[in-house]
């Protein structure tokens, strides 16, 4: 058969879809500027600097059951959120990282052609997942700030209207939405799917409330401040019945047994983590202080770990390009809503000293 018979074979609403964009892999930079591995920085994916725990990588390196399907009932890892969480294991559900938890809630909710409200601009999976559902994306712009606009979701449901979705801290711009304001979306009675990825970050969480609420689910990870991004580890916190739903549509096998260690050793080693959490706090500020002395750039305050910036002098397509060959790895964004604009994750002091060298190198070529 040919392409063109394939392609005739696909399901239509997805031949035009386009993918989630991921950030480039530091191998595959090194290879394009030859710079060593070690030597790139790599501030565009809003990993954790520092790595996961010392204990993880100890116990990954004498786990002796590598052979042994995971449980597909998640009955330990379960019990291990509930107490980080203080949430009951009936509430939890964990998955191949957060996102894969999205479109698990979406196929849940989401029939061809029902609404799904989402506060623009935003997490791109969140579009990306609805797509694939065949769902209808109604997009309501966040105002200049990106800040919730409370009263233009809730006018923009309709009887079609299945579930609103919201970054809490927003990304890519770090946008907090406060807890009020998220309790008067749930007291429509709409689902309402809060993902609070960077939570650690923000100090800020409404984990606790899904026991109030029937509507209410809120979506952590381990991936940014447990510094498990390549183990692929999310759990949601979702009403019993959701959660029942969920895990019996689920595939059997969503987590990891090398993902399960190593949230058991994150959470047996927290006085760590937190702490290499409030270092990188303590840098996403001062990074803000930094950015702030370019004149032409715009950062706007953030709650999670990086910084988004409008570009107010020149290309953000260019000055990613710039640092990129400088083997400085940073996100721009030339879409609706984030013209000419970049975020750059909070990493290491000396990642921050050599960025903001490199961008001030970059200020002198584009005021010259």
Same mark, same amino acid.
């Given at each position: 058969m040919s392409e063109e018979g394939i392609a005739r074979l696909i399901r239509p609403s997805l031949v035009a879809v386009g993918g989630y964009v991921a950030g480039k892999p530091r191998e595959t930079l090194a290879e394009e500027v030859?710079? /060593?591995?070690?030597?790139?920085? +790599?501030?565009?994916?809003?990993?954790?600097? $520092?790595?996961c725990s010392p204990r993880v990588n100890q116990a990954l390196s004498t786990y002796p059951y590598f052979n042994i399907y995971p449980d597909a009932k998640q009955t330990e890892l379960r019990k291990l959120l509930q107490g980080y969480t203080g949430v009951g294991a009936?509430?939890?559900?964990?998955?191949? &990282?957060?996102?894969? *938890?999205?479109d698990l809630v979406l196929h849940l909710f989401v029939a061809p052609g029902d609404e799904v409200i989402n506060c623009v601009p935003t997490f791109d999976i969140f579009r990306f997942s609805?797509?694939?559902?065949? &769902?209808? #994306?109604?997009?309501?712009?966040?105002?200049?700030? $990106?800040?919730?606009?409370?009263?233009?979701?809730k006018r923009a449901i309709t009887k079609k209207t299945k579930i609103i979705l919201l970054a809490n801290p927003n990304n890519p711009t770090g946008t907090l %939405?406060?807890?009020?304001?998220?309790?008067?979306?749930?007291?429509?009675g709409v689902p309402v799917l809060a993902d609070e990825a960077y939570a650690e970050f923000s100090g800020e969480t409404v984990t606790r409330l899904v026991t109030q609420y029937k509507n209410l689910m809120v979506l952590r990870t381990f991936s940014k401040w447990a510094g498990l991004a390549g183990l692929r580890i999310g759990f949601g916190i979702f009403p019993p019945k959701i959660a029942e739903y969920l895990l019996r549509i689920k595939l059997p096998f969503t987590t990891?047994?090398?993902?399960?260690?190593?949230?058991?050793?994150? #959470?047996?080693?927290?006085d760590y983590? *937190?702490?290499?959490?409030?270092?990188?706090?303590?840098?996403?500020?001062?990074?803000?202080?930094?950015?702030? +002395?370019?004149?032409? #750039? +715009?950062?706007?305050?953030?709650?999670?770990?990086?910084?988004?910036?409008?570009?107010?002098k020149g290309k953000a397509s260019e000055i990613q390009q710039e640092l990129q060959n400088k083997g400085i790895l940073v996100r721009y964004f030339d879409l609706p809503l984030l013209r000419n604009s970049?975020?750059?994750?909070? &990493?290491? /002091?000396?990642? %921050?000293?050599?960025?903001?060298k490199a961008l001030r190198e970059l200020g002198g070529e584009i005021d010259g």
């Open positions: 030859e710079i /060593p591995v070690e030597g790139i920085i +790599k501030l565009n994916s809003n990993e954790n600097p $520092y790595g009936e509430h939890i559900v964990a998955g191949n &990282g957060s996102d894969q *938890l999205i609805t797509q694939m559902c065949n &769902g209808k #994306l109604v997009e309501v712009p966040r105002d200049e700030n $990106y800040t919730v606009d409370v009263s233009a979701v %939405t406060p807890q009020k304001d998220i309790l008067e979306l749930v007291d429509t990891n047994v090398a993902a399960v260690v190593a949230v058991r050793e994150s #959470l047996a080693d927290l983590l *937190l702490d290499r959490v409030r270092a990188i706090v303590a840098e996403r500020e001062r990074l803000f202080g930094e950015l702030n +002395k370019l004149k032409w #750039l +715009k950062p706007f305050p953030s709650q999670a770990n990086f910084i988004f910036c409008h570009v107010l970049i975020r750059i994750t909070a &990493g290491k /002091p000396e990642h %921050t000293d050599a960025l903001i």
